[in-house]
Nanobody, 119 residues
C-alpha cells in the first residue's frame, strides 16, 4: 500500500508563493509519474504538473507554466510543487498523485490540500 500526504496549502495574496509537499510512504514504490492535480469549486479536476520518475522530465499545464515547479528530494520520498506569482484562479484543492504505469489506471491519491489566493 502506498500513502501520499500533502501539506503546505493555505491562504495567500495574489502574487505570493506557496510550496506544497507530498510525502510518499508505504511499500517500496517507483511510479511511472508523480503528478499534481487541482480541482476548483464547480470544475473538473485538472492536471497541473507531471514528473517522470525515472528520467526527471517535467511537464506543466499551460496555465501554470513559468510559475509552478515540480520537484522531488534526493531520497525520492517527497515531491514538491513550488507555486509562485499565484493568481486567484489558482484557488483549488491540490492533490498529489502517483501513477504506477503512466496510463492513469490504479492511481494513488493524497487527501488534498486547500490553496486559496485572495485578490
Amino acid at each position: 500500500q502506498v500513502q501520499l500526504v500533502e501539506s503546505g496549502g493555505g491562504l495567500v495574496q495574489a502574487g505570493g508563493s506557496l510550496r506544497l509537499s507530498c510525502a510518499v510512504s508505504g511499500r517500496t514504490f517507483s511510479p511511472y509519474n508523480m503528478d499534481w492535480y487541482r480541482q476548483a469549486p464547480g470544475k473538473e479536476r485538472e492536471i497541473v504538473a507531471t514528473l517522470e520518475w525515472s528520467t526527471g522530465t517535467v511537464y506543466y499545464a499551460l496555465s501554470v507554466k513559468g510559475r509552478f515547479t515540480i520537484s522531488r528530494d534526493n531520497a525520492k520520498t517527497m515531491v514538491y510543487l513550488q507555486m509562485n506569482s499565484l493568481k486567484p484562479e489558482d484557488t483549488a484543492v491540490y492533490y498529489c498523485a502517483a501513477d504506477p504505469s503512466g496510463n492513469g489506471r490504479n492511481v494513488y491519491w493524497g487527501q488534498g490540500t486547500q490553496v486559496t489566493v485572495s485578490s
